[in-house]
């Protein structure tokens, strides 16, 4: 099956970003989106611990550890880059200064339910600022692999697993589709031209609907 890779999953998300948005993304693999930014347009981000409009991450060697974003990695600053407290950090999220925050998944129901975290023994520990980010940002977007590593949808009818949010994601880009949230159902935006419909749908936990053409998924090699 026709799928993209993560890099590629991370691009998709990046060209979707508008010039100058104020942007959090979550630990891990929503980083990436950061890397793949369309010529023209800059993002500045904002991280949880307290730095707005930082930058790429140093050269091996070059680290300065007093500057780490959320998930303690080495970043650099850029010019008008600012420092603040945790606590002012939470209130630009709650206050709805954000426009967009991308994060990653467990679960995503069609009613637009997020599922991020988990009690399991591999499982996050904990819900932390995902829950302030999906109820202040304007727009939440997700990014994922379409199943899980054992093979099992991760776009269902209903969460299974303990939600970050209720009714809070907009939009999915995952490694078979980009889908909306929309009146409480999936519905399909692009999927890879080599990737049937039928396909797609079988791999897809809840009812996908088609609204208009479904444009080619295409990503450069990464």
């Not at 970003?17 to 979550?26: E, H």
């Not at 930014?37 to 091996?60: C, D, K, V």
């Amino acid at each position: 099956m026709d799928k993209l890779s993560t890099n590629q999953i991370a691009w998709r998300a990046a060209q979707d970003i508008a010039d100058g948005a104020y942007v959090n993304l979550g630990i891990g693999f929503p980083e990436k989106v950061a890397q793949y930014q369309p010529p023209g347009r800059e993002a500045i981000f904002h991280t949880e611990n307290g730095i707005l409009n930082f930058g790429e991450s140093p050269a091996p060697g070059e680290e300065d550890w007093d500057l780490i974003n959320a998930g303690k990695k080495a970043v650099t600053l850029k010019p008008g880059s600012a420092f603040f407290h945790h606590a002012d950090s939470f209130a630009m999220v709650r206050g709805g200064h954000l426009d967009v925050a991308i994060l990653g998944a467990y679960e995503v129901a069609e009613n637009g339910d997020l599922a991020n975290w988990s009690t399991g023994p591999k499982g996050v520990p904990a819900v932390g600022g995902a829950m302030d980010l999906v109820h202040g940002a304007k727009r939440v977007a997700v990014i994922m692999d379409h199943v899980a590593k054992d093979g099992r949808p991760k776009l269902v009818q209903r969460c299974s697993l303990p939600l970050t949010g209720v009714g809070c994601v907009t939009r999915i880009y995952t490694s078979l589709a980009v889908i909306d949230v929309e009146g409480g159902r999936f519905v399909l935006r692009e999927k890879p031209p080599a990737l049937s419909f039928e396909a797609l749908q079988a791999a897809t936990g809840a009812e996908l609907l088609l609204s208009g053409p479904v444009a080619d998924l295409i990503a450069p090699e990464l």
